[in-house]
């Protein structure tokens, strides 16, 4: 499985961006697609998540009623929109994708696959 990030950048705070992950190879493998971010000098952490079925989603506590998971299961893609942005929010994003999780995981040693980052800069 190979996954491919889009859509970062530079941003005013109280701005939107949405992300894109594609997932190829045996993206029918994936059972749950998730995001985390690392900001500089700070250890990766989880953002969303949601399951291939799309009936379990999760958000860590800080991006809750600002940020949407979604998915396009024809594309094998996976989506985060982001609004209200903070300068706070200013980090490397990741896409991840499990060919094991079924739950909501917030541990990225869960994850097999990796998307090679996308930055994204909030200006306050």
């Known amino acids: 499985v190979q996954l491919e990030e889009s859509g970062g950048g530079l941003v005013q705070a109280g701005g939107s961006l949405r992300l894109s992950c594609a997932a190829s190879g045996r993206a029918f493998t994936i059972t749950s697609m998730a995001w985390f971010r690392q900001a500089p000098g700070k250890l990766r952490e989880f953002v969303a998540h949601?399951?291939?079925?799309?009936?379990?989603?999760t958000y860590t506590d800080s991006v809750k009623d600002r940020f949407t998971i979604s998915r396009d299961g024809a594309k094998n893609t996976v989506y985060l929109q982001m609004n209200s942005l903070k300068a706070e929010d200013t980090a490397v994003y990741y896409c991840?994708?499990?060919?094991?999780?079924?739950?909501?995981?917030?541990?990225?040693?869960?994850?097999?696959?990796w998307g090679q980052g996308t930055q994204v800069t909030v200006s306050s």
């Open positions: 991840a994708a499990s060919a094991i999780v079924t739950y909501p995981s917030r541990n990225p040693t869960m994850y097999n696959y």
């Open positions: 949601q399951t291939s079925s799309g009936g379990i989603t």
